[in-house]
């Protein structure tokens, strides 16, 4: 098929606010050859333009935006994960943002369910998968081990250890107990730690062993654009942090005041970058500059796991640059 028939796209750049996306309205994203007969994968991190170059992509091609990002499934962050505005809802159909209630475990699992459910629900669209989740993108196109559901008290455990001794405790027992996982696993994330002693304790059986077989997948790699943002934090760094006191000016604060009444820091959907910390303002434990400073370095640390992520395991995904600033 010739580069006309598929099809040249260039994106405007996007924050995650209108007025933020339209400060330089003819700055570009990137220049992509799409075949829009084929899913879309686009993967980055946290800040990089990802929602925009989606809804461009569903806007020209009739699509459907498929969340892929752990946080924007729980309908207590609208602000503060970036979730897709009411605007931006209305431009094109989106699917799996605020679906599930902030008190819910939400697996990786059962997002494929969800993923499996839209597709077949939404067939005569073209389907453009967006998020900066690794282990969400890694099942979509490589599938996922069906691994049992993970008893309440296991993870109840979990938490304990974890809040108590820090997560290195749990390292430490899995490297002794299950030491392949240990070494395939990203040691430095306390959430992948977790889950994987979790798995170890709950069947006997490190992650590992349940990884050895997986089902067909839902969207073979072969068969999609696959498109990863190539953000370096040269450029990210700055763009996080107007982004956060993006998001302060748009209600963050506000969302997290209505989430403090059952607020509960052992949940996932509490993981949401810059809850914590703001949080903690709210409680009085830190002033505001010193909250905005720490939810940055998170933000920060959070974005430099994602690139190492993605560059180790996306290699035959098109690099994309971001927008010259």
């Not at 309205?25 to 899913?39: E, F, Q, V």
């Not at 998001?247 to 209505?258: D, I, K, R, W, Y």
Request: hydrophobic content about 45%; charged content about 25%; some cysteine.
């Amino acid at each position: 098929m010739s580069k006309a028939a598929r099809g040249d796209i260039c994106v405007s750049s996007g924050g995650i606010w209108p007025q933020a996306r339209d400060v330089n309205g003819g700055r570009m994203i990137a220049s992509l050859n799409i075949d829009p007969g084929r899913p879309v994968l686009i993967a980055g991190p946290t800040a990089s333009g990802k929602s925009a170059l989606a809804l461009a992509i569903a806007e020209k091609w009739d699509g459907i935006v498929i969340n892929a990002d752990a946080l924007q499934v729980y309908d207590c962050w609208q602000v503060l994960t970036a979730r897709p505005d009411p605007g931006e809802l209305a431009r094109a159909p989106h699917a799996l943002y605020g679906h599930v209630g902030r008190q819910r475990a939400y697996s990786v699992g059962a997002w494929l369910r969800d993923v499996a459910r839209v597709l077949a629900d939404n067939g005569q669209k073209l389907p453009i998968v967006v998020g900066g989740t690794g282990l969400y993108i890694s099942a979509i196109v490589n599938g996922l081990s069906d691994i049992p559901e993970i008893p309440v008290e296991v993870r109840e455990t979990a938490e304990h250890l974890r809040n108590k001794h820090g997560f290195q405790h749990l390292l430490k027992a899995l490297a002794a107990n299950d030491p392949a996982t240990a070494a395939r696993i990203d040691t430095q994330n306390p959430v992948r730690v977790q889950r994987a002693w979790e798995v170890w304790r709950a069947t006997g059986h490190g992650l590992a062993h349940w990884q050895e077989v997986r089902p067909v997948p839902l969207l073979a790699r072969a068969d999609c654009n696959a498109f990863l943002i190539d953000a370096p934090k040269e450029w990210l760094n700055p763009r996080i942090a107007r982004r956060f006191r993006e998001m302060l000016e748009n209600g963050a604060l506000a969302e997290c005041e209505a989430a403090r009444e059952n607020w509960n820091p052992a949940l996932p959907s509490s993981r949401a970058i810059g809850a914590r910390e703001l949080m903690a303002y709210l409680d009085g434990d830190r002033d505001l500059a010193t909250a905005i400073s720490d939810a940055e370095i998170a933000t920060r640390q959070y974005a430099k796991r994602q690139r190492s992520w993605f560059r180790a395991r996306m290699t035959d995904w098109t690099r994309v640059p971001p927008p010259a600033e």
